[in-house]
């Protein structure tokens, strides 16, 4: 897992892996936040969310889990993920590619329903960090995430990260649950365990800050499971 400067990004983006090891290898996590940020938007409400995830890396193809103690409207939730990442040698370009898919048993939501494909590309040269990030929706229920029959959703990011600051911004196309949302989250990780996140929403169309949504102002603490 990358530093927790990108730890608000991967958050943003859904989920973000890097898997390089020769051999089988299982990581795992647990975090406290003051609220649930996801990709601009205050899922938590202003309550507090305990998440822990478990990964296992098998040389470039990974699968996993996140669990979260929940969203203000959907309750308890739990994602499901699989992929491959890789890297390009002797270039700084990495790449990811997977499925994620989102369920929520206190709201009777299974796995499938509301699902997404994500791309992920990266550079890295030095202390410098870049990544392009693009998730479909693939849900087999696309009234949960368009409210209607259509399936358009899209989530598109882009974020960089020098030391300790990292920077993403993230649009939610027009069809979506974000409808149309601008967002510009700036992080600063105090060390590798505690990282801080003002996301912003940002008028689309002339770059100024909506004055029906404030700033959301996020402390996360997370620390790693030995095995």
Avoid at 43 to 50: D, E, I, M, T
Avoid at 75 to 81: I, L, P, Q, S, Y
Avoid at 90 to 114: F, K, M, R
């Amino acid at each position: 897992m990358k530093k927790l400067v990108l730890t608000s990004l991967v958050a943003a983006l859904g989920f973000t892996a890097q898997a390089n090891a020769a051999t089988p290898e299982i990581s795992a996590s647990v975090s406290v936040a003051n609220t649930y940020l996801f990709r601009g938007v205050d899922l938590g409400a202003g309550s507090a969310q305990v998440a822990g995830d478990l990964i296992a890396d098998f040389g470039g193809l990974y699968a996993g889990a996140w669990l979260s103690s929940g969203d203000d409207a959907l309750g308890t939730e739990a994602d499901f993920f699989a992929g491959y990442a890789f890297d390009i040698a002797n270039t700084g370009i990495s790449a990811d590619l997977g499925y994620l898919t989102y369920v929520y048993p206190s709201s009777d939501v299974g796995a499938g329903e509301i699902a997404e494909v994500y791309a992920v590309l990266g550079y890295a040269y030095d202390d410098v960090e870049l990544a392009y990030a693009f998730n479909y929706d693939v849900s087999q229920d696309s009234t949960l995430t368009t409210g209607d029959s259509g399936r358009d959703w899209t989530y598109m990011s882009l974020s960089a990260a020098v030391d300790q600051f990292g920077v993403l911004v993230g649009y939610h196309n027009k069809d979506s649950v974000g409808e149309g949302l601008l967002h510009i989250d700036s992080t600063y990780a105090y060390n590798d365990n505690l990282a801080f996140t003002v996301s912003v929403p940002v008028d689309a169309e002339d770059g100024s800050t909506l004055d029906d949504n404030d700033p959301t102002y996020v402390a996360t603490l997370s620390l790693p499971i030995e095995f």
